[in-house]
């Protein structure tokens, strides 16, 4: 396959992608091809450009040199950490997995009943359900952690970008998350996660290790055992 074709069957493919903030570069000339159908753990140590570079794939940050070509995905959605939420949003649970509908209907507008099945599925397939009337700022961070993911699968996204999205959950949670993405994967979404869990990214079909905005891939599963503990 030349790599004309592999960027057109790709989800999402980076070419030597640059990217930064103010004039500060963050990612050093970045390649890497996402596909249909799988999950992608992306690792590394904190502040090596894993949450820029599910940016620069989400298309919320461009790239200053470089190109990001969408194939097979049309429309990607990033699910961002929670701290990255501001906790006095007066919007209830439901409302905020609703805005996931926004993408396709457009901000404010009636949404079809159509639209609210797949809410309520979303909800509880992160079981926030029974909190659907409670005001997101008094959630527990847990719980509005999974209430962000239930937003991001209700926008139907064929790219699912999700920054550490089960950090700081219980054992519960986290079994529900990965559970979640893998049903994702089988409904050939394409999955990327930053993680710090060698236990999460395990379940993953492919690692990428981000070191110092750099990507340097680990070639099989079995490398995990780089991992030497659950964070790394
Ligand atoms: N909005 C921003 N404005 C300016 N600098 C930023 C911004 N976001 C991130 N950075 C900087 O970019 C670098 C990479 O940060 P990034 O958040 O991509 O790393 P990360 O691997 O996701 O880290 P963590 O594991 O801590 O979430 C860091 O030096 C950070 O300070």
Not at 89 to 95: C, D, G, K, M, Y
Not at 202 to 218: F, Q, S, W
Request: one cysteine or more; aromatic letters at 2%.
């Amino acid at each position: 396959m030349t790599s004309v074709d592999a960027a057109a069957t790709a989800a999402v493919a980076l070419e030597d992608v640059y990217a930064g903030y103010g004039g500060r570069a963050v990612l050093h000339g970045v390649t890497a091809t996402v596909h249909a159908g799988t999950v992608t753990a992306l690792v590394g140590a904190n502040g090596s450009g894993k949450s820029t570079l599910l940016a620069v794939m989400a298309s919320t940050l461009a790239p200053t040199a470089g190109r990001v070509r969408r194939g097979a995905a049309r429309r990607p959605a990033l699910v961002v950490q929670r701290s990255a939420v501001s906790d006095a949003l007066p919007v209830t649970v439901r409302e905020t997995v609703e805005m996931g509908r926004w993408a396709e209907r457009g901000p404010w507008q009636r949404l079809t009943r159509g639209d609210r099945a797949v809410v309520e599925a979303c909800m509880d397939r992160l079981a926030v359900a029974d909190l659907a009337r409670r005001v997101l700022g008094d959630l527990s961070g847990g719980q509005r952690q999974r209430v962000l993911l239930a937003q991001g699968l209700a926008q139907g996204a064929d790219l699912l970008l999700l920054d550490e999205p089960a950090t700081g959950l219980d054992a519960d949670s986290r079994e529900r998350i990965t559970a979640v993405l893998a049903e994702e994967r089988a409904r050939g979404v394409a999955v990327v996660h930053a993680t710090h869990s060698a236990r999460e990214a395990a379940h993953a079909d492919r690692v990428l290790r981000m070191e110092d905005g750099r990507l340097a891939e680990l070639s099989t599963i079995a490398d995990q055992a780089l991992f030497t503990a659950d964070d790394l």
